[in-house]
C-alpha cells in the first residue's frame, strides 16, 4: 500500500491481559520501527526491522514486549500482561532503506489499560 | 546521551506573525536533522530535513553545528500551519540503528 496501515485504532486491555497491535508498512519498505508516545509526550523508540530480522532492540522492554516481522504478513507488536503504564499511543513508521531513509508513519493505535 | 529539547511546549502567534519553533540537540556526531508535523486527526508526517535545505509551505530550518541547534522558522504565519511539531534528529543506521530520537514537541497555534 501506499500508507502505513496499523490496527487496531484503539485497543483496551484490563491489566495483566495481553495486546496485539498490528502495522501494514509501505510495500517495498525495508525497514520498520516501533515508537511508543505516552500521555502525548515524547515519542520512545522500541525496535526496529529490516525485512524480517530485528535490527535494533535497543528501546523493547525485555519481559513483557515482543515483536515480529514475517514475510507475507503484518508487523506485530504484542505486550503480555499489560501493565497501567503500558497505556500509550503505539505508532509504527517504516522506511525504504538506510540511503532512503524518510520514516513515513502510520496513524498509531491507542493502547488503554484499565 | 543523545537528547532533544524543545522548550515551548505551545507557542500561540497571530495570523501573519512571525514564528520560530526552537529546537536544540545534543549529540556528539553529524545528525541528519527532520522536523515533523502532526496535523489535528493526522498523522505524523515530515516537514522537513535540514540536507535538502528547501522551503515547505514556508518553513525553513537553519542547522546551527555550533549551538547544535535546528530551529524551524516561518515569517508569516497562517491559520493552516496549527498543528504539533517536532524535532527529530536520526541516528545514523550503520552504528546506532537508525532511528529518530524526538523532542517533547511544540503545540503551535495561530489565532485570526
Known amino acids: 500500500g501506499e500508507e502505513v496501515a496499523q490496527t487496531p485504532k484503539h485497543l483496551v486491555r484490563g491489566e495483566g491481559q495481553k495486546a496485539k497491535l498490528y502495522c501494514a508498512p509501505i510495500k517495498g519498505h525495508s525497514y520498520v520501527f516501533w515508537y511508543q508516545q505516552v500521555l502525548k509526550n515524547e515519542f520512545k523508540f522500541l525496535i526496529s526491522?529490516?525485512?524480517?530480522?530485528?535490527?535494533?532492540e535497543t528501546g523493547m522492554p525485555k519481559e513483557r514486549f515482543s515483536a515480529k516481522c514475517l514475510p507475507n504478513s503484518p508487523c506485530s507488536l504484542e505486550i503480555q500482561a499489560t501493565k497501567l503504564e503500558d497505556s500509550a499511543v503505539y505508532f509504527c513508521a517504516s522506511s525504504p532503506g538506510s540511503r532512503q531513509y524518510e520514516q513515513y508513519f502510520g496513524p498509531g493505535t491507542r493502547l488503554t489499560v484499565t | 546521551a543523545q537528547r532533544v529539547t524543545q522548550p515551548e511546549k505551545l507557542l500561540s502567534v497571530f495570523k501573519g506573525a512571525p514564528v520560530e519553533l526552537k529546537c536544540n540537540y545534543s549529540?556528539?556526531?553529524?545528525?541528519?536533522l527532520f522536523w515533523y508535523v502532526q496535523y489535528s486527526r493526522q498523522r505524523l508526517q515530515l516537514l522537513l530535513r535540514h540536507i535538502s535545505r528547501e522551503s515547505i509551505k514556508g518553513f525553513t530550518a537553519d542547522l546551527n553545528k555550533g549551538e547544535t541547534s535546528f530551529h524551524l522558522k516561518k515569517p508569516f504565519a497562517q491559520e493552516e500551519d496549527s498543528a504539533m511539531y517536532y524535532c527529530a534528529p536520526l541516528l545514523p543506521f550503520y552504528n546506532q540503528g537508525g532511528k529518530l530520537i524526538f523532542g517533547q514537541g511544540t503545540e503551535l497555534s495561530v489565532k485570526p
Open positions: 526491522f529490516q525485512n524480517e530480522n530485528v535490527f535494533d
Open positions: 549529540y556528539s556526531g553529524s545528525p541528519e
